[in-house]
């Protein structure tokens, strides 16, 4: 619980199509159990509730939509961790359920034999099934997804080549797409960094003439962070991961600092607030960093 949460989870693509999934589940769960329901004032449809029933159901969507965005920009702020993730959404569903006692209490449908404690929990464990249950399946099923990539980008056993393998041959860094073709593969001491563009990524290498190449595959960055974690390939960038073993010089510019590989035309790598204790972990493990 106390392990971060894996970073594709908050990915733009991901945040938005677990809450779309959770939205849809829990309108099909409130209509299945709203008529078996003894406190459930919300109806679809031409009667008293019904603008109640609209208004709860856009204040609901349009807080999770703001509490999600929030939670998608703070992953550059710090790490989330597991149980701050799940901690974040219960206290989604406590201040829905919150709301629609206030809404009961304000539009006089509480139930006779209900305290609007009993209400409150009883709303609490509904909403929790309507809203937890998709979100975990959802995060689940992405989790799934994103382990075959990283499973179809590192084997590479499986690809015929015709190049010999030499007895000091270097791991190498193999690149599918995000359809599972192999497009990409290099030598990893021939790679200088990788660079993020949207659904895309620019991978920057030495063709082995000493020259600079360029080469752009469909996939995210956040898919190779997590296939070639523990090697000398290291985030420090939301934009950029890059092979330490080009690294020259890490320099401090200002409050940051920026990392120079060993070839004079590719300029300065960034190195950001959040990855910094990182980078510097390996370029300084005693603490104190050199100019």
């Not at 409050?255 to 204790?277: C, G, Q, R």
Request: one cysteine or more; proline letters at 3%.
């Amino acid at each position: 619980m106390s392990r971060p949460l894996p970073r594709y989870l908050l990915d733009k693509f991901q945040v938005t199509g677990n809450l779309i999934f959770s939205v849809l589940f829990s309108i099909v769960f409130l209509a299945l159990y709203t008529p078996f329901s003894t406190t459930a004032w919300f109806r679809l449809g031409y009667n008293e509730t019904f603008l109640y029933t609209v208004a709860f159901m856009v204040f609901a969507i349009v807080f999770l939509v703001l509490s999600r965005t929030i939670m998608y920009k703070t992953k550059y702020l710090f790490e989330i961790k597991i149980w701050q993730y799940l901690l974040w959404c219960f206290i989604e569903v406590a201040i829905i359920s919150f709301v629609y006692v206030l809404l009961t209490v304000i539009i006089g449908k509480m139930p006779e034999d209900f305290t609007r404690t009993r209400l409150f929990m009883k709303t609490l464990l509904y909403s929790t099934i309507a809203l937890i249950i998709p979100n975990l399946l959802a995060s689940l099923y992405i989790m799934v997804v994103e382990k075959e990539k990283i499973l179809r980008l590192m084997n590479y056993s499986n690809v015929v080549s015709d190049e010999p393998v030499a007895e000091k041959d270097e791991q190498k860094i193999t690149l599918f797409d995000i359809g599972g073709t192999l497009r990409f593969s290099v030598r990893r001491s021939n790679l200088f960094y990788i660079e993020s563009d949207d659904n895309y990524i620019k991978v920057w290498y030495d063709d082995g003439e000493g020259n600079v190449k360029q080469y752009m595959v469909r996939c995210r960055l956040k898919t190779v962070e997590e296939t070639f974690r523990g090697t000398s390939l290291v985030r420090c960038h939301r934009k950029y991961i890059v092979n330490t073993e080009r690294v020259k010089v890490l320099r401090k510019e200002g409050d940051a600092f920026v990392l120079e590989l060993d070839k004079e035309s590719i300029a300065p790598i960034p190195v950001t607030k959040t990855y910094e204790k990182t980078v510097l972990g390996i370029f300084c493990p005693d603490g104190n960093p050199k100019n």
